[in-house]
């Protein structure tokens, strides 16, 4: 599901925290029904202990970069879907046969073993079970918590994305890029959650989330496109020329295609297509040339 901020109305599930957060800047909600659920500070430890290692050591250090990746993966891990399938090995081809009579959809991936094969599929019984019983795996898995966590990084961030005193050009889940210094207040190295300068620019273009080019005073080039190689190189006008209506940016780029079932990787040549789309906010052309966005809105269910 993508994020969007729109205007207009609508029905949606929003935690309560964010709700109130809204509020403020104008938003006004009818509360049809929801989930109730115990506060508490579980992570305080956990993060405490992590950030202090990120502290300790500078970026090029693997304890650093092990720190970060424990920091940022833990709400992922409680938001995976909690569904993991059975592998069963069968002695021989025939008993297979038999499995596959009743449960060919359920079937995922096969392996042959010689005289054995190994099924990796969906389980009715374990459904079932989950149904009656409630899940008897225990997978540590908790959308409401993963849910919160990206709620309040909305929320932190809403106060950037509503302030007179400077031009927000981009903002993703922890960094903003403006036309001027943020307030001292704001900016305390090494103080978990508050903002740090990580580079002045002279040049920028921003197409879409995740997908950028910076030029810095140092001289230096970032750029940013998901989903594609850092191994591809591109350059300004490559980010430039997607700034006209309806181009595109066609590059090729090797990529790893792992198979466990099969137990080998494959190397492929793929086409990557780059264009700048409608995913979260309306674009604004000039003389077809992308200029600004704008939010969406919405009436009777539908975006306008």
Do not use: C
Request: no cysteine; hydrophobic share 40%.
């Amino acid at each position: 599901m993508v994020s969007i901020s729109p205007l207009g109305q609508w029905e949606d599930m929003i935690f309560s925290a964010e709700m109130d957060n809204a509020i403020k800047f104008g938003y006004k909600f009818e509360i049809l029904w929801g989930y109730t659920f115990e506060p508490k500070n579980i992570f305080k430890s956990y993060v405490k202990v992590l950030y202090a290692l990120r502290l300790k050591f500078t970026k090029s250090n693997p304890l650093n970069y092990i720190a970060k990746l424990l920091l940022n993966g833990l709400y992922g891990r409680f938001g995976m879907i909690d569904s993991f399938p059975d592998i069963t090995i069968f002695d021989n081809i025939k008993s297979y046969e038999n499995f596959l009579k009743k449960h060919s959809d359920d079937v995922i991936n096969d392996k042959d073993l010689g005289t054995k094969i190994m099924v990796q599929h969906r389980s009715d019984t374990k459904d079932q079970q989950t149904a009656l019983y409630g899940n008897l795996e225990n997978h540590n898995v908790n959308i409401a918590i993963a849910s919160a966590i990206t709620a309040y990084a909305r929320i932190h961030m809403s106060q950037f994305k509503n302030r007179d005193d400077f031009i927000l050009y981009y903002s993703d889940t922890d960094s903003i890029y403006i036309d001027r210094p943020l307030p001292d207040y704001l900016v305390v190295y090494k103080l978990l959650g508050s903002m740090k300068l990580e580079n002045v620019l002279t040049k920028a273009i921003f197409l879409a989330p995740k997908v950028y080019y910076l030029e810095t005073t140092d001289g230096n080039v970032i750029y940013k496109v998901k989903g594609l190689s850092h191994n591809v190189p591109l350059n300004f006008n490559d980010f430039n020329n997607l700034l006209i209506k309806q181009s595109l940016l066609q590059k090729m780029q090797t990529k790893w295609i792992k198979n466990i079932s099969m137990g080998h990787i494959s190397v492929i040549n793929e086409l990557y297509t780059l264009q700048v789309t409608e995913n979260k906010r309306k674009l604004i052309y000039i003389n077809n040339k992308l200029n600004n966005t704008m939010p969406y809105s919405v009436k009777n269910k539908e975006i306008e």
